[in-house]
């Protein structure tokens, strides 16, 4: 398989902004030792095997003494946040559509990363780690071909052949059907409509837009205009050849209508209604008879809000898929000559990761905050970062992340164009990309706090302290739901009902903004903390808050004991996020607690250790893995831990899980984390490469330094 000299690429960062660029003459030296552990290369002389541990103290020194190597320039961490497949193919159907010139080594990589992850049955999943689906098995074939792979090339026979066997691309799910009809193998009549017009709708009405999920209504957004004016790209010879190959019949005798609904089982994860049954066909009826001069308004006003969410994101766009749409209706609406389409070209970058298996594309331009504001934690907690100047000087370099990512600003004409309130919220990423999230708000505020108060060396943020601290608190009040919960980017605007509008057929939980176990705990949690230092500001609301919270999450508990996680996999997750939540509000001998590690014992493996698989979260049940797991283990003693219950069940856990973890720790320090950990709308898993250090050294620190019954025990008495 053709690779590039993995020696020549540098990942280039600059206030959280990560881009892997390509130098020939760069010498191997040049490298940092991140980016040879990120590509797989020899990182031996970087990391080095560290003195053998005698005590949890000492494997928690060289777990941090790791973790502070990988540590960038700017004070973040960068990892994989690669996982889902049906991303990277937008970007390529983009780049290929707008003429985007693409260095020849990035598009080796590409198709390397796709050759790896292809499976044995010729297909690909909607995620590294899901059976082959028609979704993924189409796009992914059709990018390997505009990357300059032959039809005759055995990877894509052996793709071709498993297309067919799914009925061909006709069975792709509507967000396929879309990509594929910009690019010219699909005809938008077989496409259920995306109606620009619904943006003139009166706000008041549930349906509108702009009460949707953040996510699915700027990715439905560019959808919509691409929709409303059918914009196709060039037919070319290719693309004239991959019309035959995708197909099970002649593309001109298909009938496109009858295709709208057709979707694959594989991927029908969502299946449709009777009220997307009835309502899209409804549409399509419109969209025939819609007058030319609103339709154009329509157009106007949806083109003016994307280039609004283009401004404000300083075009990284909210994630890659409505970045891959933004910059295509750029390209579109301006021919490609705009300067706003060359800003795209340049953000264009931001979304591609470089590792062992090729060039992915990310869920997001990376998770900097979120792992850095964990990262502050976990160091507050081992214990051992004020023994030498090196991880003082991580944790300094760690808190400046966090101090520079905040943001600073409300987006402007926040009604018109929808937003939350974002001044003083922390963003999931960088400070550029600027969307405000509740619980990394609530993750970087805490990372502040508690960072101020575990190390003496540390200053305060820069400019205004206090009222920083002041703004962020604002935010989090800001976001809780009705329901007493906390959703993800903004207040749940409609009815839950509107899931049963939802096409994507692929995701569940995307039409509104719900309320979370992890969102709660994490703004119930940060608010205590902030109220401990400041006893009397806005006392009355927090206090209103946290009790309207903690109800949320009780009464959100499973039969079980657990709390179903639906950002990581799964119930350790969500179970961990529960108890934390209860025990910071004085619900520490709570039944609900109990239940919780009772849930968590019954599931601990002989070996000590907790495995969970991605299918927990599609399930919605607990499914076991084969093996056990670095992270979930780590979120089940810490746990146990924080309960603290009296009892020699759960010491003997904690230790026993404790024991596993320093069993599976390299020499070096470093931990391997086979399987994923990651999970959004229930049915995509995606990676957390950065869980496996994180929640390791917490989970170690908590135990030798603040669990009742743990201390720095020597490793033979575990």
């Given at each position: 398989m053709e690779k590039t000299d993995l020696r020549k690429w540098k990942l280039h960062v600059d206030a959280g902004r990560q881009v892997w660029k390509y130098h020939p003459d760069q010498k191997p030296e040049d490298q940092q030792p991140y980016d040879r552990y990120f590509l797989g290369l020899d990182t031996s002389k970087d990391f080095p095997a560290l003195r053998r541990p005698r005590t949890i103290k000492d494997a928690t020194r060289n777990a941090v003494e790791f973790w502070a190597g990988m540590q960038t320039e700017d004070g973040h961490w960068g990892n994989d946040y690669g996982g889902p497949m049906f991303l990277l193919p937008g970007f390529m159907i983009t780049a290929y559509i707008s003429k985007m010139p693409l260095q020849q080594e990035y598009k080796t990589e590409v198709i390397r990363y796709l050759s790896n992850k292809q499976h044995q049955d010729g297909g690909w999943g909607l995620h590294v780690e899901s059976e082959s689906t028609a979704f993924g098995t189409a796009l992914n074939y059709i990018t390997l071909r505009l990357l300059g792979?032959?039809?005759?090339?055995?990877?894509?026979?052996?793709?071709?052949?498993?297309?067919?066997?799914?009925?061909?691309?006709?069975?792709?799910?509507?967000?396929?059907?879309?990509?594929?009809?910009?690019?010219?193998?699909?005809?938008?009549?077989?496409?259920?409509?995306?109606?620009?017009?619904?943006?003139?709708?009166?706000?008041?009405?549930?349906?509108?837009?702009?009460?949707?999920?953040?996510?699915?209504?700027?990715?439905?957004?560019?959808?919509?205009?691409?929709?409303?004016?059918?914009?196709?790209?060039?037919?070319?010879?290719?693309?004239?050849?991959?019309?035959?190959?995708?197909?099970?019949?002649?593309?001109?005798?298909?009938?496109?209508?009858?295709?709208?609904?057709?979707?694959?089982?594989?991927?029908?994860?969502?299946?449709?209604?009777?009220l997307v049954k009835t309502v899209f066909p409804l549409c399509n009826i419109w969209d025939k008879c819609a007058p030319a001069w609103l339709r154009q308004k329509a157009l106007d006003e949806t083109l003016d809000h994307i280039r609004y969410e283009d401004e404000q994101t300083h075009y990284i766009d909210i994630g890659p898929v409505n970045k891959a749409m933004d910059m295509l209706v750029e390209y579109f609406a301006s021919n490609g000559k705009s300067e706003a389409f060359k800003q795209h070209c340049d953000r264009f970058y931001d979304y591609l990761w470089l590792a062992a298996d090729g060039l992915k594309c990310q869920g997001y331009n990376g998770c900097q905050l979120w792992d850095t504001a964990f990262t502050m934690q976990a160091l507050a907690e081992s214990g051992v970062c004020g023994e030498s100047e090196r991880l003082k000087n991580c944790v300094k370099q760690t808190y400046h992340y966090l101090d520079i990512t905040q943001v600073r600003e409300n987006s402007p004409q926040s009604d018109k164009y929808f937003r939350h309130i974002s001044k003083g919220a922390w963003p999931f990423s960088t400070r550029d990309h600027g969307w405000p999230i509740a619980d990394c708000t609530a993750e970087g505020f805490r990372g502040v706090m508690i960072g101020n108060d575990a190390f003496d060396f540390l200053p305060k943020l820069a400019d205004d302290h206090d009222g920083r601290l002041f703004d962020a608190v604002n935010v989090m009040l800001s976001y809780q739901n009705a329901d007493g919960g906390w959703p993800t980017y903004e207040n749940q605007r409609s009815y839950a009902w509107l899931e049963y509008l939802n096409p994507a057929e692929c995701f569940d939980g995307i039409m509104v903004d719900y309320s979370y176990v992890e969102l709660s705990s994490a703004c119930i949690r940060s608010l205590l903390y902030f109220q401990k230092q400041y006893p009397n500001h806005r006392k009355a609301e927090i206090d209103r808050a946290c009790k309207r919270g903690i109800e949320y999450i009780l009464n959100i508990q499973r039969p079980d004991g657990s709390w179903h996680g639906s950002?990581?996999?799964?119930?350790?997750?969500?179970?961990?996020?529960?108890?934390?939540?209860?025990?910071?509000?004085?619900?520490?001998?709570h039944e609900a607690v109990d239940r919780a590690c009772e849930f968590l014992l019954a599931h601990q493996r002989s070996d000590g250790a907790w495995g969970e698989d991605f299918k927990s979260c599609v399930e919605r049940r607990w499914v076991e893995h084969k093996d056990g797991h670095a992270v979930h283990t780590s979120w089940a003693v810490m746990t146990l831990m924080v309960a603290a219950r009296d009892n020699d069940r759960d010491k003997l856990a904690v230790r026993r899980g404790i024991r596993w973890i320093i069993e599976k720790q390299h020499a070096n320090g470093d931990w391997d984390q086979p399987q994923i950990c990651g999970v959004f709308n229930f049915n995509c898993a995606i990676e957390y490469q950065g869980y496996k250090n994180i929640f390791t050294i917490w989970a170690l620190g908590r135990f030798w330094r603040f669990y009742k019954w743990g201390g720095d025990l020597e490793l033979t008495n575990l």
């Open positions: 792979l032959g039809r005759d090339d055995p990877r894509c026979v052996r793709a071709r052949a498993r297309l067919h066997k799914f009925g061909g691309a006709t069975a792709v799910p509507h967000w396929g059907k879309v990509w594929m009809s910009v690019l010219g193998v699909y005809e938008w009549e077989g496409v259920s409509a995306v109606l620009p017009e619904l943006w003139m709708l009166p706000y008041q009405l549930p349906i509108h837009p702009g009460r949707f999920w953040c996510h699915c209504r700027v990715v439905y957004l560019p959808m919509a205009w691409l929709y409303g004016s059918k914009s196709v790209g060039p037919i070319t010879p290719l693309i004239k050849e991959l019309r035959e190959e995708l197909y099970t019949e002649p593309y001109e005798k298909i009938n496109w209508p009858a295709q709208r609904f057709n979707c694959a089982q594989a991927d029908l994860y969502k299946p449709h209604s009777l950002w990581a996999v799964c119930y350790t997750y969500g179970t961990w996020f529960g108890v934390e939540a209860l025990v910071a509000t004085g619900h520490q001998r």
